[in-house]
């Protein structure tokens, strides 16, 4: 039972415009949420995350907007450089019983063309 | 910043062989390491979490005889894939865990590309 999807597992997007990364949830318990970026042969990178009471994060380029009643997430990157070509995970947290446990999604691979 | 460092950061050994991976936390104490494998084009997937003095706990699905980890102290975790086959090949990564926002302090190793030939 994936609880975090993340159902594109491609974007392309050129160079200055906005890419918006997805992702749904099914756990009403998670709390938390996180975008972290990886590059082939390397750990993730945390990007940018948000609280459950809150519904927008921004830092920078990028934003993260949560929509609790839809169970949905998105990332934002605006304007989207080719530096931002890599693997884009989100993460849930669930703070139930104290767990620091995170579930991830699958991913989305982004590519900025020049 | 937190920084964990793994090693090596890719191997390639023999079916039947064992092969052991550290984490090592550079400045701060962890507690708690996980340990994920991810398969191409897949998500991250817990495998199971080290704790430093006591014995890790495994996700559902995962042999505890053949991923053997040890958290002998507040700054190292290893996992070592014991009689490893092929179909234990995969990028291996490990994370500890800190507490509070904005990232609850989820600093990952650079991962650990394991291929059995």
């Known amino acids: 039972d994936q609880q975090v999807k993340q159902n594109s597992p491609s974007l392309s997007v050129q160079e200055g415009r906005i890419s918006i990364l997805n992702c749904d949830y099914t756990n009403s318990m998670f709390d938390y949420f996180l975008w972290y970026k990886k590059y082939p042969a390397e750990g993730p990178t945390f990007l940018i995350s948000?609280?459950?009471?809150?519904d927008k994060n921004e830092d920078g380029r990028f934003t993260v907007f949560l929509n609790k009643s839809a169970k949905h997430l998105s990332l934002h990157i605006v304007p989207s450089q080719p530096g931002d070509s890599a693997v884009y995970f989100c993460a849930a947290k669930n703070n139930q019983g104290g767990s620091e446990k995170l579930v991830f999604g699958k991913g989305t691979k982004l590519t900025v063309n020049p | 910043g937190a920084v964990v460092s793994q090693h090596p950061s890719r191997v390639i050994c023999k079916s039947g062989t064992s092969v052991k991976i550290e984490c090592r936390s550079l400045?701060?104490?962890?507690?708690?390491m996980f340990w994920y494998r991810q398969f191409p084009k897949q998500s991250l997937m817990l495998m199971a979490t080290s704790n430093e003095g006591s014995k890790a706990t495994y996700e559902q699905g995962v042999e505890k005889d053949k991923f053997l980890i040890n958290h002998a102290s507040l700054t190292l975790s290893t996992l070592t894939v014991t009689s490893a086959h092929p179909e234990d090949s995969s990028f291996y990564i490990c994370s500890a865990p800190q507490k509070g926002p904005p990232n609850y302090g989820y600093t990952f190793g650079s991962g650990t590309r394991l291929t059995v030939v």
């Open positions: 400045d701060f104490q962890a507690t708690t």
């Open positions: 948000i609280s459950s009471i809150k």
